[in-house]
């Protein structure tokens, strides 16, 4: 299967915040150069899951891949109580996280945790993982998932919908699942924003580089394929024209 380019898609982690060279030192940088390829980089600090699952279906189908050239995905799943509400004022998407208190915090944000439950967010990221094998697989595009900070790890919400919905849960996790990679550099040092520094990317992107040649042996990249910029991504939001470092890449 010939490859065109790579995509990684989450949050801070993904798009490597902290770091004083993202495109440079940052984990996708590290496993596009390691497979003499191009990024499409469209992880943005701060966004949830549904972020993560909306802007994935966004960029494949407005680039519909052809049949020997698709894309290699990564996804990066983040914490389950982040999520995103369109906003007519901003006549786009913004992003909410639950506060820690009801204290001097938006409307948005109170309605977040006045209904928060863990359990509902944990089905929301069952779902939103099933929807993508889904879409991957019927577009039959290469892909790798793992989940970073421990977002996926067993809670009693996690314990609770897997008694509901086994066959579910169970059909979320497949070979092609990395697991929580946060074991891997958690106890490497850390930025004073709390991310991995260089050497924490290093240890990701090349156990993530591995894993890409042992489940992929067969990708061939090629460089004579058309695909969508990051630049004409970041034009359709807001939020993402505030973090263009990646479109130098």
């Not at 697991?179 to 090349?206: A, I, N, Q, W």
Request: with cysteine.
């Amino acid at each position: 299967m010939k490859i065109s380019h790579i995509v990684t898609n989450g949050c801070s982690y993904t798009y490597s915040q902290g770091l004083e060279n993202i495109i440079r030192d940052g984990w996708p940088a590290l496993i596009a150069n390691g497979l003499n390829c191009p990024v499409v980089n469209l992880g943005l600090p701060g966004i949830g899951n549904d972020s993560i699952h909306r802007r994935t279906y966004e960029y494949l189908y407005e680039n519909q891949p052809v049949d020997d050239y698709k894309p290699l995905v990564i996804i990066e799943w983040t914490q389950k109580w982040r999520t995103e509400q369109w906003s007519n004022k901003e006549n786009d998407y913004i992003l909410i996280h639950r506060p820690e208190s009801l204290v001097n915090c938006t409307s948005a944000q109170r309605a977040l945790i006045e209904n928060y439950n863990e359990k509902n967010f944990f089905r929301k990221l069952i779902l939103h993982r099933l929807s993508l094998i889904s879409l991957f697989e019927n577009l039959e595009i290469p892909y790798l998932m793992f989940d970073y900070d421990g977002a996926y790890d067993g809670k009693f919400a996690e314990k609770e919908v897997t008694e509901m919905f086994p066959n579910m849960v169970k059909e979320s996790v497949n070979k092609f699942d990395l697991g929580p990679l946060y074991e891997l550099t958690g106890r490497l040092p850390k930025l004073p924003c709390g991310h991995d520094d260089v050497e924490g990317h290093k240890v990701l992107g090349s156990h993530i580089l591995s894993k890409i040649k042992e489940l992929y042996p067969n990708l061939e990249f090629t460089n004579n394929a058309n695909f969508l910029q990051l630049r004409e991504i970041i034009l359709k939001s807001k939020y993402h024209r505030k973090f263009p470092e990646w479109c130098n890449f």
